[in-house]
């Protein structure tokens, strides 16, 4: 019997995101007829691979102490030696930056071929096909990964997380061999706030663009959010003026987030922002341009001044609390 492999950061908990992938692994191995195995790295996490082996048919846990942290060479050489015995047809990773980076050297490193943001993953004839946008979200594309394994990144919240399995997989502690490597060096780590969520696991997302003009009404934003319970997020061309964190940019380069609604202030709408947002449930915007394109994609849209619109909401909010 074949095998796929989900792989996932036990750092980060059984998230969202980490249920949506190995539903995104579970689908796959139902209809491959295989077995779904989880590789977890990171430090330990009882709940987590508790959680994990609910799920799967085994969860396989690495969590030696050079593996505490995210070191890229390190981690593709723990996934290497982890993901290899099991001979899998397909290894699964989420849409997170690490996963990004290490899928396509992964799948170098296995002999099998990579994609990206997946939005569907399904078997024809014995090949596995994955879809994909492409042209800024204006088309999808269905990609055959003819080598394996196929080495696949999903987008978050594009599969519903996976079902109970019928037993508990048995939970496995593995150790990978590390040797010291001189490739990459972290020489300075800072940290930045954010709040409770993550910009893709959020329900109620705020974000800004370019039409704000400056980093200060991305404080009244975060105000917004706070009231609501949200998180704020930012154009490419906000976060490339250095307004607001890097970690804030939703689109094409950025996070694709599908929370339950999504607030677009001052933000035109271009092709590569639609493309991280268009998985959200209700888009509303606000923005002084009648013809923005945004306001093609939102359910419902103000045209005005966000200066005018946000104090008012703002008060607004505060009366109800």
């Known amino acids: 019997m074949s095998n796929v492999v989900v792989c996932l950061f036990s750092a980060s908990g059984y998230d969202r995101a980490a249920q949506g992938v190995a539903g995104a692994g579970r689908r796959l191995a139902d209809s491959l007829g295989a077995k779904m195995h989880i590789v977890a790295i990171g430090p330990s996490n009882p709940d987590f691979n508790s959680q994990a ?3 799967a048919d085994s969860v396989i846990v690495a969590d030696q102490a050079e593996l505490s942290e995210y070191q890229p060479e390190i981690c593709l050489e723990a996934l290497k030696q982890l993901c290899r015995p099991l001979e899998p047809r397909a290894v699964i990773l989420s849409n ?5 980076e290490l899928a396509p050297r992964l799948a170098h490193r296995l002999g099998g071929s990579a994609a990206g943001d997946c939005l569907d993953l399904t078997v024809v004839d014995g090949s596995i096909r994955i879809k994909r946008s492409v042209y800024g979200g204006k088309a999808v594309a269905t990609i055959e990964l003819k080598r394996s394994p196929a080495v696949a990144w999903v987008r978050s919240r594009a599969f519903d997380p996976a079902a109970l399995a019928a037993s508990t997989g048995e939970i496995k502690h593995a150790s990978a061999e590390i040797k010291p490597d001189d490739r990459t060096r972290i020489v300075e780590r800072k940290s930045e706030t954010s709040g409770e969520a993550r910009l893709e696991d959020a329900k109620l997302i705020i974000s800004g663009g370019r039409g704000l003009g400056g980093p200060e009404p991305f ?3 975060q105000e917004v959010a706070a009231m609501l319970g949200g998180q704020v997020g930012a154009s490419r061309a906000a976060c490339d003026s250095g ?3 890097p970690s804030w940019q939703i689109g094409q380069t950025g996070k694709k987030v599908a929370p339950g609604l999504y607030l677009a202030v001052a933000i035109q709408g271009a092709s590569q922002h639609i493309a991280g947002m268009s998985d959200s449930k209700v888009v509303a915007a606000v ?4 013809d923005a394109p945004i306001f093609k994609h939102c359910k419902f849209g103000i045209v005005e001044d966000y200066k005018k619109v946000i104090p008012l909401l703002k008060e607004k909010l505060a009366a109800m609390k």
Do not use: F, G, Y
């Open 96 to 100: 997170d930056t690490w996963s990004q």
């Open 53 to 55: 082996a609910a799920v």
């Open 219 to 221: 404080k009244d934003l």
């Open 243 to 245: 307004w607001c964190p």
């Open 287 to 290: 923005n002084i341009d009648p």
